[in-house]
C-alpha cells in the first residue's frame, strides 16, 4: 500500500513545456506521472512528464534523467506536481519554457530511495564543481 512506501519530495521542474504548449495548458495543483522513455533518441533515460491520459506534455531535465530512470527500473515512483507558472529556462543556453514542479519519489525499498538521493547528491556536486571551474 501506499503508507507502506518510502517517500521523499524536491523542487524540479518540466523542461520543454515550448514543444508542447499547444496540447498542455498547466494547472497549479495538477498531479503528473513519470515513466521512462527508453526509445527517446535524444536521450536513451529520458523520464516523460505525462497526463492521466497518457499524453507526453514534458520531460525531466536530462541533467537528472539517468538517475531517475535507474530508480524507476527498479520499481520506484515519481509523481510530479505543477508548483508554478511557465519560465525561461535559465541554466539552458539554447533556452526553451519549463514548468515548475515538486516531484514526489516513492519506493517499497529504503535503499533505493537512499541510493537516488546519493545520485542526486553528487550530480548536483559535479553541476557546481563545472559552474566554479567556469567562472574562474
Not at 508542447?20 to 533518441?41: A, F, K
Not at 520531460?59 to 511557465?86: D, E, N, W, Y
Request: charged share 25%; with cysteine; aromatic share 6%.
Amino acid at each position: 500500500t501506499i503508507a507502506e512506501l518510502h517517500q521523499k519530495k524536491m523542487d524540479c521542474c518540466i523542461r520543454g513545456f515550448h514543444v508542447y504548449q499547444d496540447i498542455w495548458n498547466p494547472v497549479i495543483g495538477e498531479q503528473l506521472s513519470c515513466v521512462r522513455e527508453p526509445r527517446n533518441v535524444v536521450d536513451k533515460y529520458a523520464v516523460a512528464i505525462v497526463k492521466s491520459d497518457g499524453t507526453v506534455v514534458g520531460h525531466l531535465p536530462k541533467k537528472i534523467s539517468m538517475a531517475m530512470s535507474l530508480f524507476i527500473l527498479r520499481g520506484g515512483q515519481i509523481t510530479c506536481i505543477v508548483t508554478g507558472k511557465r519560465r525561461y529556462s535559465s541554466d539552458l543556453i539554447q533556452g526553451g519554457l519549463e514548468i515548475p514542479c515538486e516531484l514526489s519519489l516513492k519506493s517499497k525499498e529504503k535503499t533505493e530511495l537512499t541510493k537516488l538521493l546519493n545520485r542526486l547528491t553528487y550530480l548536483l556536486l559535479k553541476i557546481i564543481a563545472c559552474m566554479c571551474t567556469k567562472v574562474l
